[in-house]
């Protein structure tokens, strides 16, 4: 099918975008998270608090190989995580909805900078702690009764946006 090995898919060019797990606990969200991370060759994924890191059979089956093939690390606490991106040029966007988000739709991603997309965890959300250290927020327009998705849904719905605009497609 013409996939690439994992050498040659480290070796590939990445779209300067980590994916900021902020205490999400599923490890199938993990997993899936992985394997959007893999299909859209993102920077990274940072998990952090109390999300579960690889090696796990429960991130290996929705992964499917993902978690070894997208660059993680773990962090005790999503500030932790932050910090570091802001200090190596990170623009810190959290997938959140909150007062003043922009819809998804119209955000635009800067050619040149480096992004750190936060999603939450599944009950509570990005922390407000996070929030409000974030450089913007972004939300998903919905027309459901819930107005809220499966962090690995979102996540994958706004890395699609990030990856149509910033990728050589």
Request: proline share 3%; glycine share 8%.
């Amino acid at each position: 099918m013409g996939r690439d090995t994992i050498e040659q898919f480290k070796a590939r060019k990445k779209i300067p975008v980590t994916v900021v797990l902020d205490n999400v606990r599923s490890l199938n969200n993990i997993g899936a998270i992985f394997r959007t991370c893999d299909a859209f060759a993102t920077e990274g994924v940072a998990l952090c608090g109390v999300s579960g890191t690889p090696p796990s059979s429960e991130i290996h089956k929705t992964a499917l190989g993902a978690e070894d093939s997208v660059d993680w690390r773990y962090f005790a606490t999503t500030a932790e995580a932050i910090a570091v991106l802001r200090s190596e040029g990170h623009v810190i966007v959290c997938l959140e909805q909150v007062k003043g988000s922009i819809a998804l739709n119209d955000f635009k991603a800067e050619p040149g900078l480096r992004y750190a997309l936060v999603a939450g965890n599944e009950v509570d959300g990005v922390g407000q702690e996070i929030v409000d250290a974030a450089d913007s927020c972004i939300e998903i327009p919905q027309s459901g009764t819930k107005h809220s998705l499966n962090v690995s849904v979102s996540t994958a719905v706004a890395l699609w946006e990030f990856y149509k605009q910033l990728s050589d497609i």
